[in-house]
Nanobody
């Protein structure tokens, strides 16, 4: 059974940092794209970042570019999201996901999802 488990969320002041982790189990995703999405209350889920299977290619939404960094450790079947210079508008539930066959920022393309971790940024 495939599981994606996020951790590292919490409450932080504006300008602070958090590092999210997403550990996969049940199968290896070393050949798959992994991504992060977020959903704030009353808003649609939005793409945050993605990383290719090798880690050589990354992509970010304009709202987080320059502040967030996605990385992965295939030996640990884990993807990370380093979030710096956090803003109140970054408050959301952050979920990781796996796109088995593609390299997309389109949520329906992703095959497996974690339950999410709450990130709250206070002003």
């Amino acid at each position: 059974q495939v599981q994606l488990v996020e951790s590292g969320g919490g409450l932080v002041q504006a300008g602070g940092s958090l590092r999210l982790s997403c550990a996969a189990s049940g199968r290896t995703f070393s050949q798959s794209t992994m991504g992060w999405f977020r959903q704030a209350p009353g808003k649609k889920r939005e793409f945050v970042a993605r990383i290719s299977w090798s880690g050589s290619s990354t992509s970010y939404s304009n709202s987080v570019k320059g502040r967030f960094t996605i990385s992965r450790d295939n030996a640990k079947n884990t993807v990370y999201l380093q979030m710096n210079s956090l803003k109140p508008e970054d408050t959301a539930v952050y979920s990781c996901a796996v796109d088995i066959h593609g390299y997309s920022d389109y949520a329906p393309s992703y095959d497996y999802w974690g339950q999410g971790t709450q990130v709250t940024v206070s002003s």
